[in-house]
């Protein structure tokens, strides 16, 4: 999954304003391996929803923090020092602006996302970290 920085800032937001938009139906018309949807904005920041199965690359964004909320299957955030954040259904984490992190979809996760809207997102090298267990 080789998602380019422009692609994830100008994804563009899919629903305006008060329009009902059924979260779950969106999630299950994804078929492909990785998708990340801006479903709306919210004042300087968006709503995404994103479906993948897979880990995305080591990454940071320089000046927005990011609010995860796992609605299907079980999401890992790798970070930098080692450690490791396992999400499940319902259940959240900020993880702030500058934290270099990755994402990895343990099976098919479907989760949603706040942060600003076209946040910068800079990709990194693997950290160097032998106590990092990597992927699954």
Same mark, same amino acid.
């Given at each position: 999954m080789d998602i380019s920085a422009d692609a994830y800032m100008n994804e563009p937001v899919r629903y305006p304003?008060? #329009?009902?938009? !059924?979260l779950e139906t969106e999630g299950a018309k994804v078929t492909d391996s990785y998708r990340n949807i801006v479903i709306n904005r919210v004042n300087s920041s968006c709503l995404r929803l994103a479906v993948f199965d897979g880990e995305y690359r080591w990454h940071? #964004?320089?000046?927005? !923090?990011?609010l995860f909320i796992v609605v299907d299957g079980c999401l890992v955030i790798d970070l930098e020092n080692g450690s490791e954040l396992c999400l499940h259904p319902w259940q959240s984490v900020t993880i702030p602006a500058m934290t270099v992190h990755r994402t990895r979809a343990i099976g098919r996760t479907v989760n949603l996302c706040f942060e600003e809207l076209a946040a910068e997102t800079v990709f990194v090298e693997q950290p160097a970290n032998p106590g990092h267990r990597g992927s699954r």
């Open positions: 304003a008060l #329009h009902v938009v !059924d940071y #964004h320089p000046k927005s !923090d990011e």
